[in-house]
């Protein structure tokens, strides 16, 4: 089965690959308005793409950027339906500097494409796509139906297509539920993820003044905002690691052996990090790296800034200082809760005084899927055919924040996987994908459609 695939794909290659580098030249990013008419040109082209293989196509309007519906339920009302989630927009290119070739100018390196969103999440749709119209072209019946949901605000918080779920459902109802926009565990490692955390963000601005005060004739009595800020959010961890905020454990779900004797314990997260020369680890006290990465919340800083960081000095007490904060939640723990407990802390511990103004930003619950499902088996016996070795089952410590409400509306088993590798820099300047597993992954897709088709 797998061979005949293979050569089309060979016969193919370079239309395969000129659609994709196409698809690439989109600077879709999400988050910037500048690009809304690079968001909508983009999701035409796949629209008008889908349609040349059988796929009848809606454009769903949002509050954001649209998402794009595609459906081929030629298997019948009687056969099972599958589901993919995928997404077309992608991260800002800053710092541009940074990069060793333009970011939507696809280039070709030592077996790599180099542009933004070359694997994530456009590689890994666009080999999905190519596995779906590789069926169509061998004139190969699909003994299941498949629908496509591929949308324009994953890099965002998927806010718009939230919002038309609930009116959807019956649209997005499926046996199986497959999320493409996940990592291997090596080159030729591949594995299936059957869990991630959920994430809750929050922006917290301090302000003392109206404008900057020299440091001298106020240094001494006047409240420093980036130092009472500083000071608070510094507070909120301990020596070991373990977050300080009442209440931030209370509802951590507690599992036992058996839940998770499954999954694959034997990864080390370290070389992971190799690729970036991470030179310093550190977990929660009282669990190993992997288990405070897949099954325990963290809060994390991403970002401060406050005065002066220019060249040279400006002596100055800084009006107003700024601080970024996200947490990675796991099973029980509410979004909602969680901003509200760490909003309480920060107040508590900030100067009476300061002017403080919070911007709570979305969230999404943690969520764990069954490793004995019927999918889990099938999209396992898939790449361990493709790649010839065994599909390990693992959790993930990142976040898709819509992945929890789909499954909830699909009503499907749900699997998550791909064949990133985290060497890939995916977010990064000079975003990477090699084309080698771009055609394994068109292989193992066309393979997990065959097996839930019956063949």
């Given amino acids: 089965m797998i061979d005949q695939f293979k050569q089309w794909f060979a016969d193919h290659r370079d239309t395969i690959y000129d659609d994709f580098f196409a698809f690439l030249k989109f600077a879709s990013i999400s988050t910037d308005p500048a690009h809304k008419k690079d968001m909508l040109a983009c999701a035409g082209w796949l629209q008008k793409y889908l349609e040349t293989f059988g796929f ?118 499926a046996d199986y539920f497959l999320v493409i926009d996940f990592d ?44 009472a800020l500083m000071r608070a959010v510094s507070v909120m961890w301990d020596d070991e690691g373990k977050v300080t905020i009442p209440g931030f454990y209370d509802k951590v779900k507690s599992f036992q052996k058996e839940e998770l004797e499954e999954f694959a314990w034997d990864v080390d997260p370290k070389d992971l990090a190799a690729p970036f020369k991470v030179g310093a680890f550190a977990g929660e006290s009282g669990y190993s790296l992997l288990e405070s990465n897949w099954i325990r919340p963290v809060l994390e800083i991403n970002g401060m800034s406050s005065g002066y960081t220019g060249s040279g000095f400006k002596t100055i007490i800084p009006a107003k ?29 900030l100067p009476a005084g300061i002017d403080v103004e919070l911007e709570l930003g979305h969230g999404s619950r943690g969520m764990i899927t069954s490793p004995h499902s019927k999918l889990a088996e099938m999209t396992a016996q898939a790449f361990e055919e493709v790649f010839q070795t065994s599909c390990k089952k693992v959790l993930c410590g990142a976040t898709i924040p819509i992945v929890p409400e789909l499954a909830k509306v699909s009503g499907a088993e749900l699997v998550m996987t791909g064949v990133g590798l985290a060497e ?14 771009f055609e394994k992954g068109f292989l193992s897709i066309a393979r997990i459609v065959e097996i839930l088709s019956g063949e």
């Fill in 56 to 173: 009848q196509t809606e454009l769903w309007e949002t509050s954001g950027h649209p998402t794009l519906y595609g459906e081929n339920l030629s298997a019948g009302p009687d056969r099972p339906t599958l589901l993919f989630y995928l997404h077309y927009d992608v991260q800002p290119v800053t710092p541009l500097e940074e990069w060793n070739s333009p970011p939507f100018e696809p280039t070709v390196k030592e077996g790599k494409v180099v542009a933004r969103g070359a694997v994530d999440n456009k590689g890994q749709c666009f080999y999905t796509l190519t596995a779906l119209k590789a069926f169509h072209a061998l004139s190969k019946k699909l003994g299941i139906n498949v629908k496509l949901c591929i949308e324009g605000e994953e890099e965002i918080g998927s806010e718009g297509l939230s919002g038309i779920l609930d009116a959807k459902k019956e649209k997005l109802k």
């Fill in 424 to 437: 890939d820099g995916m977010h990064a300047p000079n975003e990477s994908f090699g084309l080698e597993r």
């Fill in 184 to 227: 291997m565990l090596g080159e030729k490692q591949p594995a299936i993820t059957l869990g991630m955390r959920g994430i809750t963000t929050i922006n917290i601005s301090c302000r003392n003044s109206t404008v900057d005060l020299h440091s001298g004739s106020f240094g001494g009595f006047v409240v420093n905002p980036a130092r």
């Fill in 321 to 349: 200082s700024m601080v970024k904060l996200s947490c990675r939640l796991v099973p029980d723990q509410d979004p909602k809760e969680i901003l509200s407990l760490i909003a309480d802390f920060l107040k508590k511990k």
